[in-house]
Protein backbone atom coordinates (compact mmCIF):
# COMPACT_ATOMS: atom_id res chain seq x y z
CA UNK A 1 0.00 0.00 0.00
CA UNK A 2 1.44 3.44 -0.51
CA UNK A 3 2.55 5.53 2.11
CA UNK A 4 3.37 9.24 3.47
CA UNK A 5 6.35 9.70 1.05
CA UNK A 6 8.66 12.65 2.45
CA UNK A 7 11.84 14.32 0.77
CA UNK A 8 14.62 14.79 1.45
CA UNK A 9 15.11 12.13 3.62
CA UNK A 10 18.48 14.04 5.12
CA UNK A 11 18.93 17.41 4.44
CA UNK A 12 22.68 19.35 5.86
CA UNK A 13 22.76 23.69 5.83
CA UNK A 14 24.20 25.82 7.48
CA UNK A 15 22.93 28.51 9.98
CA UNK A 16 21.22 31.23 8.60
CA UNK A 17 20.29 29.32 5.33
CA UNK A 18 16.76 27.89 4.19
CA UNK A 19 15.43 24.51 3.38
CA UNK A 20 12.02 23.04 2.11
CA UNK A 21 10.66 19.82 2.92
CA UNK A 22 8.00 17.90 0.96
CA UNK A 23 4.98 15.80 1.83
CA UNK A 24 3.24 13.19 -0.41
CA UNK A 25 0.25 12.47 1.68
CA UNK A 26 -1.11 9.04 0.81
CA UNK A 27 -3.77 9.06 -1.69
CA UNK A 28 -7.08 10.78 -0.83
CA UNK A 29 -5.58 11.99 2.13
CA UNK A 30 -6.61 15.42 2.44
CA UNK A 31 -5.06 16.60 5.82
CA UNK A 32 -1.26 16.80 6.17
CA UNK A 33 -0.01 17.16 9.70
CA UNK A 34 3.99 18.34 10.28
CA UNK A 35 5.94 17.55 13.50
CA UNK A 36 9.03 18.20 14.46
CA UNK A 37 11.44 15.51 16.76
CA UNK A 38 14.35 17.19 18.38
CA UNK A 39 17.17 14.28 19.67
CA UNK A 40 15.86 12.10 22.01
CA UNK A 41 12.58 14.11 22.27
CA UNK A 42 8.61 12.90 21.56
CA UNK A 43 7.38 14.52 18.11
CA UNK A 44 6.30 18.28 18.28
CA UNK A 45 3.22 19.24 16.34
CA UNK A 46 3.65 22.34 14.10
CA UNK A 47 0.98 22.63 11.80
CA UNK A 48 -1.64 20.96 9.92
CA UNK A 49 -3.47 21.70 6.27
CA UNK A 50 -6.98 20.36 5.47
CA UNK A 51 -8.48 20.76 2.01
CA UNK A 52 -5.99 23.29 1.25
CA UNK A 53 -6.13 25.58 3.91
CA UNK A 54 -4.33 25.61 7.21
CA UNK A 55 -6.49 23.84 9.97
CA UNK A 56 -4.27 23.57 13.20
CA UNK A 57 -1.27 25.42 14.36
CA UNK A 58 0.82 24.40 17.02
CA UNK A 59 4.88 25.68 17.91
CA UNK A 60 5.93 26.51 14.78
CA UNK A 61 8.09 29.29 14.67
CA UNK A 62 7.33 32.42 12.74
CA UNK A 63 10.67 31.70 10.75
CA UNK A 64 8.95 28.68 9.67
CA UNK A 65 6.13 28.51 6.96
CA UNK A 66 3.82 25.92 5.29
CA UNK A 67 1.32 24.94 2.10
CA UNK A 68 -0.96 22.55 0.90
CA UNK A 69 -1.00 22.32 -2.83
CA UNK A 70 -3.82 21.26 -5.07
CA UNK A 71 -2.40 18.03 -5.49
CA UNK A 72 -2.45 18.16 -1.48
CA UNK A 73 1.16 17.45 -1.19
CA UNK A 74 2.98 20.13 1.34
CA UNK A 75 5.75 21.71 1.90
CA UNK A 76 7.15 23.22 4.81
CA UNK A 77 9.71 26.39 4.29
CA UNK A 78 12.21 26.76 7.21
CA UNK A 79 14.55 30.13 6.91
CA UNK A 80 17.28 31.73 8.69
CA UNK A 81 18.29 28.59 10.17
CA UNK A 82 19.07 27.56 13.76
CA UNK A 83 21.33 25.03 15.29
CA UNK A 84 18.26 24.46 17.29
CA UNK A 85 16.64 23.42 14.00
CA UNK A 86 18.47 20.48 13.64
CA UNK A 87 15.59 17.44 14.29
CA UNK A 88 13.61 14.78 12.40
CA UNK A 89 10.82 16.35 10.58
CA UNK A 90 7.60 14.18 10.23
CA UNK A 91 4.75 14.46 8.06
CA UNK A 92 1.89 12.23 8.78
CA UNK A 93 -1.27 12.37 6.60
CA UNK A 94 -5.02 11.60 6.98
CA UNK A 95 -8.75 11.54 5.61
CA UNK A 96 -11.59 13.17 7.04
CA UNK A 97 -12.99 9.87 8.41
CA UNK A 98 -9.56 8.66 10.03
CA UNK A 99 -9.21 12.30 11.24
CA UNK A 100 -12.17 12.03 13.75
CA UNK A 101 -10.55 9.07 15.21
CA UNK A 102 -6.97 10.52 15.38
CA UNK A 103 -4.77 7.79 12.99
CA UNK A 104 -2.50 9.15 11.55
CA UNK A 105 -0.20 7.94 8.87
CA UNK A 106 3.49 8.75 9.23
CA UNK A 107 6.31 9.16 6.69
CA UNK A 108 9.71 8.09 7.13
CA UNK A 109 10.81 11.37 7.92
CA UNK A 110 13.27 14.49 6.81
CA UNK A 111 16.21 14.71 9.02
CA UNK A 112 17.91 18.28 9.11
CA UNK A 113 21.11 19.11 10.33
CA UNK A 114 22.14 22.41 11.18
CA UNK A 115 25.47 23.25 11.52
CA UNK B 1 -4.68 20.96 27.64
CA UNK B 2 -4.64 17.72 26.45
CA UNK B 3 -1.75 15.61 28.22
CA UNK B 4 -0.47 12.02 28.14
CA UNK B 5 2.23 11.24 30.56
CA UNK B 6 4.70 8.01 30.47
CA UNK B 7 6.44 7.54 33.56
CA UNK B 8 9.02 5.31 32.41
CA UNK B 9 11.88 6.46 30.29
CA UNK B 10 13.18 2.71 29.92
CA UNK B 11 11.35 -0.86 30.26
CA UNK B 12 13.78 -4.06 30.16
CA UNK B 13 11.98 -7.73 30.13
CA UNK B 14 12.86 -11.14 29.14
CA UNK B 15 11.76 -12.32 25.35
CA UNK B 16 8.50 -14.52 26.58
CA UNK B 17 7.89 -12.52 29.43
CA UNK B 18 4.93 -10.25 29.33
CA UNK B 19 5.18 -6.29 29.33
CA UNK B 20 3.72 -3.26 29.96
CA UNK B 21 4.28 0.53 29.14
CA UNK B 22 2.69 2.79 30.91
CA UNK B 23 0.45 5.71 30.35
CA UNK B 24 -1.50 8.38 31.99
CA UNK B 25 -3.96 10.76 30.70
CA UNK B 26 -5.24 14.07 31.53
CA UNK B 27 -7.86 15.65 29.08
CA UNK B 28 -11.37 17.69 28.79
CA UNK B 29 -13.86 16.06 27.47
CA UNK B 30 -13.40 12.07 25.85
CA UNK B 31 -10.13 10.65 25.74
CA UNK B 32 -9.36 10.10 22.44
CA UNK B 33 -6.00 7.64 22.99
CA UNK B 34 -3.28 6.02 20.79
CA UNK B 35 -0.28 4.13 20.79
CA UNK B 36 2.54 4.38 18.16
CA UNK B 37 5.84 2.74 17.66
CA UNK B 38 8.78 4.13 16.34
CA UNK B 39 11.90 1.99 15.04
CA UNK B 40 15.35 3.73 15.06
CA UNK B 41 15.20 6.55 12.22
CA UNK B 42 11.71 5.36 10.99
CA UNK B 43 8.37 7.03 11.40
CA UNK B 44 5.67 6.66 13.59
CA UNK B 45 3.38 3.43 13.20
CA UNK B 46 0.23 3.07 14.62
CA UNK B 47 -0.66 0.41 16.73
CA UNK B 48 -3.60 0.88 18.35
CA UNK B 49 -6.15 3.36 19.65
CA UNK B 50 -9.32 3.60 22.03
CA UNK B 51 -12.05 5.82 21.32
CA UNK B 52 -14.94 4.55 22.63
CA UNK B 53 -16.65 0.78 23.51
CA UNK B 54 -14.43 -1.73 25.10
CA UNK B 55 -11.87 -0.78 27.66
CA UNK B 56 -9.68 -3.51 26.35
CA UNK B 57 -8.24 -2.54 22.54
CA UNK B 58 -6.15 -5.29 20.48
CA UNK B 59 -3.80 -3.52 17.81
CA UNK B 60 -1.03 -4.79 15.50
CA UNK B 61 1.34 -7.13 16.42
CA UNK B 62 -0.35 -8.67 19.52
CA UNK B 63 -0.16 -5.76 21.40
CA UNK B 64 -3.15 -4.23 23.09
CA UNK B 65 -4.35 -1.59 25.28
CA UNK B 66 -6.25 -1.64 28.43
CA UNK B 67 -8.48 2.02 29.10
CA UNK B 68 -9.26 2.50 32.88
CA UNK B 69 -11.24 5.39 33.67
CA UNK B 70 -10.85 5.55 37.46
CA UNK B 71 -7.04 5.92 37.04
CA UNK B 72 -6.97 7.73 34.04
CA UNK B 73 -4.53 5.08 31.81
CA UNK B 74 -4.10 3.25 29.14
CA UNK B 75 -1.20 1.02 29.54
CA UNK B 76 0.04 -1.22 26.08
CA UNK B 77 0.36 -4.95 26.87
CA UNK B 78 1.47 -7.84 25.21
CA UNK B 79 1.84 -11.30 26.93
CA UNK B 80 4.54 -12.60 25.32
CA UNK B 81 7.63 -10.03 24.12
CA UNK B 82 9.54 -10.82 21.02
CA UNK B 83 12.89 -9.26 20.82
CA UNK B 84 11.83 -7.58 17.77
CA UNK B 85 9.23 -5.23 19.70
CA UNK B 86 12.59 -3.46 20.92
CA UNK B 87 11.75 0.01 19.62
CA UNK B 88 10.18 3.45 21.18
CA UNK B 89 6.83 3.29 22.22
CA UNK B 90 4.62 6.82 22.28
CA UNK B 91 1.25 7.22 23.75
CA UNK B 92 -0.78 9.72 22.40
CA UNK B 93 -4.20 12.21 22.59
CA UNK B 94 -5.66 13.63 20.35
CA UNK B 95 -5.73 17.73 20.99
CA UNK B 96 -8.98 19.21 22.26
CA UNK B 97 -10.86 21.57 19.23
CA UNK B 98 -8.46 19.92 16.54
CA UNK B 99 -8.51 18.23 13.39
CA UNK B 100 -6.94 15.60 14.24
CA UNK B 101 -3.57 16.79 16.06
CA UNK B 102 -1.96 14.36 18.12
CA UNK B 103 -0.07 15.24 21.38
CA UNK B 104 2.60 12.91 22.59
CA UNK B 105 3.97 11.87 25.45
CA UNK B 106 7.87 11.72 25.90
CA UNK B 107 8.14 8.08 24.95
CA UNK B 108 9.64 4.62 26.43
CA UNK B 109 12.15 2.99 25.48
CA UNK B 110 11.17 -0.79 25.10
CA UNK B 111 14.71 -3.66 25.09
CA UNK B 112 13.74 -7.27 25.33
CA UNK B 113 16.45 -9.04 25.92
CA UNK B 114 16.40 -12.93 24.60
Redesign the interface.
Known amino acids: AAG?IQSPRHLIKEKRETATLKCYPIPRHD?V?WYQQGPG?????LI?F?EKMQ??K?SIPDRFSAQQFSDYHSELNMSSLELGDSALY?C?S?NRG????????????S?LTVL | AQSVAQPEDQVNVAEGNPLTVKCTYSVSGNP?L?W?VQYP??????LL?Y?TGDNLVKGSYGFEAEFNKSQTSFHLKKPSALVSDSALY?C?V??RG??????????TKLSVKP
Open positions: VTYQDPQFSYSDGFASSANTGELFFGEGR | YFYNRGLQFKIFARGSQGNLIFGKG
